[in-house]
Nanobody
Framework: QVQLVQSGGGLVQAGGSLRLSCVAK????????MGWFRQAPGKEREFVAA????????YYGDAVKGRVSASRVNANNVVYLQMNNLKPEDTAVYYC?????????????????WGQGTQVTVSS
């Protein structure tokens, strides 16, 4: 059974840091581009970060660029999202996702598998 199982998240004060984890089960992430998205109440799902299946350059959304860093450990079938200098506007449910496409995508519709989501709340 294909699954993406997320952990991490929680409540943090503005300026703090969090690390989210996403473990893949039932498939190997080494053949997938991996993405992170977030969705705040009443808003569209927003691109946060993407990691190419072949390694190399990562991509980040404008709202988080310079404050987040995504990484992957293919041997452990896990991806991470390190978030620093968090702001109240970063409050959202964060999702990891896997995309079997060749070209890395920032569009949620291009992703094949999704994690269950994890809440991140940043207090001011």
């Amino acid at each position: 059974q294909v699954q993406l199982v997320q952990s991490g998240g929680g409540l943090v004060q503005a300026g703090g840091s969090l690390r989210l984890s996403c473990v893949a089960k039932g498939f190997s992430i080494s053949s997938y581009s991996m993405g992170w998205f977030r969705q705040a109440p009443g808003k569209e799902r927003e691109f946060v970060a993407a990691l190419q299946w072949s390694g190399g350059k990562n991509y980040y959304g404008d709202a988080v660029k310079g404050r987040v860093s995504a990484s992957r450990v293919n041997a452990n079938n896990v991806v991470y999202l390190q978030m620093n200098n968090l702001k109240p506007e970063d409050t959202a449910v964060y999702y990891c996702a896997a995309d079997s496409g060749i070209v890395v995508s920032t569009r949620p519709d291009d992703y094949d598998y999704w994690g269950q989501g994890t809440q991140v709340t940043v207090s001011s």
